[in-house]
Nanobody, 124 residues
Framework: QVQLVESGGGLVQAGGSLRLSCAASGRTFISYAMGWFRQAPGKEREFVAAISWGGGSTYYADSVKGRFTISRDNAKNTVYLQMNSLKPEDTAVYYC?????????????????WGQGTQVTVSS
């Protein structure tokens, strides 16, 4: 069992930056691949970024590639999402997710554990 708590969301102007954090409980954090997803009002949840359990492999949605960076600190049981050059279309609730596998995926149904989400609002 893993519990995930996101933080770092907020209101930022277009072009600004935010760093989201996701703190995981438990001593087996390194056994989990991690992902970030987001859901905007009236839209389905969509993949943003993912990272393998060792951090050696990362994946990004085309819409955020070159602007967002996912990373993890296994000593701190935390995964991060650095978001730069934010756009109004990045506005959404951002969710952290974990799957008990070394391999990260872009498919939300393959993640077993989810955080409660953190709101990111980008103003134009």
């Amino acid at each position: 069992q893993v519990q995930l708590v996101e933080s770092g969301g907020g209101l930022v102007q277009a072009g600004g930056s935010l760093r989201l954090s996701c703190a995981a409980s438990g001593r087996t954090f390194i056994s989990y691949a991690m992902g970030w997803f987001r859901q905007a009002p009236g839209k389905e949840r969509e993949f943003v970024a993912a990272i393998s359990w060792g951090g050696g492999s990362t994946y990004y949605a085309d819409s955020v590639k070159g602007r967002f960076t996912i990373s993890r600190d296994n000593a701190k049981n935390t995964v991060y999402l650095q978001m730069n050059s934010l756009k109004p279309e990045d506005t959404a609730v951002y969710y952290c997710a974990a799957r008990p596998s070394r391999i990260a995926t872009m498919r939300s149904h393959e993640y077993d554990y989810w955080g409660q989400g953190t709101q990111v609002t980008v103003s134009s």
